[in-house]
């Protein structure tokens, strides 16, 4: 299995087969991106997913207005914002990109 369908796996068993079980992140810095989906794993790590990705892995498009939820990526970064100083490697990276990357080299 690549790593991209492991990621996947991992986003769906984080939100239990389901991705309106998720929330969506409104992608400010990328404009053409249609932003990113957040599911917690059974520890409360973060799992991000692009919406491209899993379109491209599922051929689903997702409607953000069906997603539990609703974030946007200030929203997210302030939320989150302990958790990314000990993972997101650089500060001036886009931090829904490094977790996305992260959980791809971190996949089983």
Same mark, same amino acid.
């Given at each position: 299995m690549n #790593?991209s369908?492991? !990621?996947l796996? &991992?986003? &769906?068993?984080a939100c239990? @087969?389901?991705? =309106?079980?998720? *929330?969506? *992140?409104k992608c400010?810095e990328?404009?053409? $991106?249609? %932003?990113? &989906?957040?599911?917690?794993d059974?520890?409360g !790590?973060p799992?991000i997913? $692009?919406?491209?990705q899993f379109?491209? &892995?599922? %051929?689903v ?6 997603c539990c @939820?609703?974030?946007?990526e200030? %929203?997210f970064? #302030?939320?989150?914002a302990?958790?990314?100083?000990? =993972? +997101? #490697?650089?500060a001036? @990276?886009?931090p829904? =990109? !490094?977790l +996305? $990357?992260a959980?791809m080299?971190t996949?089983p």
């Open positions: #790593s369908t492991k !990621q796996y &991992l986003f &769906l068993v239990s @087969g389901n991705w =309106r079980n998720s *929330i969506y *992140i400010q990328e404009k053409d $991106a249609p %932003g990113y &989906l957040l599911a917690a059974r520890d !790590q799992v997913l $692009a919406i491209q379109y491209r &892995l599922t %051929g498009w997702i409607d953000p207005a069906e @939820g609703q974030l946007t200030a %929203g970064e #302030s939320l989150y302990q958790y990314l100083l000990w =993972r +997101c #490697s650089s001036e @990276g886009h829904l =990109r !490094q +996305c $990357a959980n080299e996949a």
